[in-house]
């Protein structure tokens, strides 16, 4: 049996938070979702790093690009998040390598911890689940072009941290 309610936690608006349940006093604020994701880079054949990027096949982005990310499952580490989220997307598992930041997207109303993350097996191949329609590894020297086209401006910060070389740097938005 379902029955109406006055707001969602979707569509609540600020002066509506907290949500409270009238049965058990349970709330429920909008904070932001946590979520993680990988850069992953590898040496290729001409002994350049390169990063992998997924094609987006589905909303929200449909046909940009992006990293390997996804929210925290319950009772999921931040760690153990960004490393099932790029094998569900890439398909290999990888080693996480260091933290490169936590990045902010407002109007996801996430907050990213990014990872450098190399792939366990140096001769995997990329295999995309459904949520991608394509794959490419890009060099430092390419990023500056593909920023543009990168679906959330969180993970193009992130992948631009990455080719600059910095790593925990504080972000102002």
Known sequence: MSRSVPACPNCAQPVEQPLLCDRCGWRWYANPR??????????????????????????????????????????????????????????????????????????????????LARPADEEASVDPDDESSEHAWVTRAEVPAWLPRMAFRSMATALADWAGGRRGVPRDW
């Open 34 to 115: 946590p979520a993680a994701g990988t850069v992953v880079e590898r040496t290729n054949s001409a002994g350049e790093a390169e990063v992998l990027l997924l094609r987006r096949a589905v909303e929200p982005g449909l046909g940009a690009w992006d990293l390997p990310a996804g929210y925290l499952e319950p009772g999921e580490s931040v760690e153990g998040a960004a490393c099932r989220e790029t094998a569900e997307e890439a398909g290999f598992e990888v080693q996480l390598v260091e933290l490169i930041g936590i990045y902010t997207s407002r109007p996801g109303n996430a907050v990213s911890a990014v990872y």
